[in-house]
């Protein structure tokens, strides 16, 4: 029995005095074929990963939905005086917009934070790409989901009396892209330095939520207290929502009275910013804050 068991090493030993032949292992050479390819499937990989995950999905649309629905139909009465005439759930979806598209972009960017704690993280920091490569696939593929995200909540538009104009539409999927892209380019910026999931979803929410809040969302951006009026002016949610209700605004038959109420606009100093420059912020920050993320995870052992 013995003798049989050992035959096999006995064949693969080799003989006294000779060389052990060494498997070579060729590593591809890195190019920007390589990188373009490695975005591409950490993109990817996000996206499978979103449309497996159906109650995902629907979780994340929760939150908006009661804020427009519930919170938007019961102070209806209330807020019917200040608004002249205009619908409050009207009012408040330019905002709900922007939080179904910060929630899910954040939650995708928390995919890093999984993947450290799973292991796969490292199995992708050793392949022969740019960590650059993977930090810019997992922004794309968070920036794409949120987006998604954010066209079903655009879906419900006429129920809350917004009309389905082609530029109304066209207009708010940029702006949604890019904010996509900034909120995960943040996200993954917070992400990389956190090792577990419950220390991400509390920073999360000591962030996420002031940000919503502050923004201008659920009130327009004018009269405020002079302390709050700064925070607006700093909060970068504030440049989304801003030109996000511009449009849906203009798209609406309202008097000049409510108009001038409801959508001031934002000022710096007395001047009106904007919407193009409001866009440009946006998109400035988002790419400051990749770059961050990049740096911060090229530093990562």
């Given at each position: 029995?013995?003798?049989?068991s050992?035959?096999?090493?006995q064949?693969?030993a080799?003989?006294a005095?000779?060389?052990v032949e060494?498997?070579r292992?060729?590593?591809?050479r890195r190019s920007a074929?390589s990188e373009l ?6 993109w ?10 159906r109650?995902?999905?629907v ?7 009661l804020?427009?629905f ?7 009465q209330?807020a019917?005086a200040?608004?002249?005439g205009?619908?409050l759930k009207?009012?408040?979806?330019p ?5 179904a598209?910060?929630f899910t972009a954040m939650?995708?960017?928390a995919?890093?934070v999984?993947d450290r704690e ?22 794309l593929?968070?920036a794409?989901v ?8 655009l879906?419900i538009?006429?129920l ?5 104009d ?8 940029g702006?949604q892209?890019l904010l996509?892209?900034a909120?995960?380019?943040f996200g ?5 330095r956190?090792k577990q999931?419950q220390s991400?979803?509390?920073v999360?929410q000591m962030i ?16 405020l207290?002079?302390?709050l009026?700064v925070?607006?002016r700093l909060d ?5 929502v801003d ?9 609406l038959?309202?008097s000049?009275?409510?108009?001038h ?8 100093w007395?001047?009106h910013?904007?919407?193009?420059l409001?866009?440009g912020?946006v998109?400035a ?5 990749l ?9 990562t052992?």
């Amino acid at each position: 029995m013995s003798g049989v068991s050992d035959a096999p090493r006995q064949q693969q030993a080799a003989p006294a005095g000779e060389p052990v032949e060494v498997v070579r292992v060729v590593v591809p050479r890195r190019s920007a074929r390589s990188e373009l390819r490695a975005i591409k499937v950490v993109w990817r990989r996000e996206l499978i990963r979103f449309v497996n995950d159906r109650m995902r999905i629907v979780t994340t649309l929760v939150q908006p939905f009661l804020f427009l629905f519930v919170l938007g139909g019961g102070l209806q009465q209330l807020a019917s005086a200040g608004t002249h005439g205009v619908n409050l759930k009207t009012f408040l979806f330019p905002g709900i917009l922007c939080m179904a598209v910060m929630f899910t972009a954040m939650f995708s960017a928390a995919s890093i934070v999984w993947d450290r704690e799973f292991g796969f993280l490292r199995e992708m920091m050793v392949a022969p790409v740019r960590r650059s490569s993977i930090v810019i696939g997992k922004c794309l593929g968070g920036a794409t989901v949120a987006a998604f995200q954010g066209v079903i909540v655009l879906a419900i538009a006429g129920l809350v009396h917004v009309p389905y104009d082609i530029g109304l539409i066209l207009g708010v999927l940029g702006l949604q892209l890019l904010l996509a892209f900034a909120i995960t380019a943040f996200g993954l910026a917070v992400a990389i330095r956190i090792k577990q999931m419950q220390s991400f979803m509390g920073v999360m929410q000591m962030i996420v939520m002031p940000m919503f809040f502050i923004s201008g969302a659920m009130f327009p951006a004018n009269g405020l207290p002079r302390w709050l009026t700064v925070l607006n002016r700093l909060d970068p949610l504030a440049y989304a929502v801003d030109p996000m209700r511009r449009l849906v605004f203009s798209k609406l038959a309202i008097s000049p009275a409510a108009r001038h109420v409801l959508d001031p606009g934002l000022t710096w100093w007395g001047w009106h910013v904007p919407a193009v420059l409001e866009a440009g912020v946006v998109f400035a920050l988002g790419v400051v804050l990749l770059l961050v993320a990049i740096w911060e995870f090229s530093a990562t052992d």
